[in-house]
């Protein structure tokens, strides 16, 4: 199986330089990969990169923790958006979530979905951080407020994707909204695994291929 179509190939370290998101690029474009995922700061230089390419420019919003204020998340994608970003990945806010105040999340997963309009919105809900329970609500809460994909980890928590937790939201989103596996996915037999269980896309920090 060639697994490139599923890889949104990533940095996201705070090191991270020009050059090596233009590598980072450049390795996509040779692999075909869905998409880069990078620092929204770095949208524009990724743009210019993959101009007139198949491979997709990824950003996350929020990142890494999700508790920025529900107009900075929105502004972040607004720019992101106008400057050549194609999806979104936010982050769910996990404190305000735990708090029980899952309106509130859902409202602001909304008001992003609103924003990205036809352009893909990810919700990433830091599994790491939720017990069975709440990973099935918040996966709901996710496809309630219209995301495109639920997305498991940020990859800066204290845990990355599970088999078992991509099972556990996809009893929940069926075939509303896909899932995004990423998080100490390192190798292709890993990735396939992913992709048996129904992931639509991972996020890989390495060329798996």
Do not use: H, W
């Not at 996509?28 to 524009?44: D, H, I, K, Q």
């Not at 999806?87 to 769910?92: G, N, R, S």
């Not at 996990?94 to 919105?121: H, M, P």
């Not at 992709?195 to 639509?200: R, T």
Request: glycine share 10%; proline share 1%.
């Amino acid at each position: 199986m060639d697994i490139a179509k599923y890889i949104d190939y990533t940095l996201l370290k705070a090191t991270a330089t020009p050059a090596d998101i233009e590598k980072l690029c450049k390795e996509a474009l040779e692999y075909g990969f869905y998409s880069v995922c990078v620092n929204s700061g770095y949208v524009p230089l990724a743009a210019e990169q993959l101009k007139g390419s198949k491979v997709n420019v990824c950003t996350v919003v929020g990142f890494p923790l999700g508790a920025m204020s529900t107009q900075a998340k929105l502004y972040e994608t607004s720019v992101a958006l106008s400057q050549g970003a194609q999806e979104i990945d936010m982050v769910l806010n996990v404190g305000l979530f735990l708090s029980g105040n899952v309106a509130k999340v859902l409202d602001e997963i909304a008001l992003l979905k609103q924003e990205t309009g036809d352009r893909v919105l990810k919700v990433i809900i830091e599994t790491c951080y939720l017990n069975d329970d709440q990973k099935r609500l918040a996966s709901q809460v996710c496809v309630d407020a219209g995301a495109d994909f639920v997305k498991t980890s940020t990859g800066f928590g204290t845990g990355g994707a599970t088999l078992a937790d991509v099972q556990l939201i996809r009893e929940v989103v069926g075939d509303r909204a896909k899932i995004k596996a990423s998080g100490g996915i390192r190798d292709k037999q890993t990735a396939l695994q992913y992709i048996s269980l129904g992931v639509d896309r991972i996020g890989a920090s390495a060329i798996l291929v």
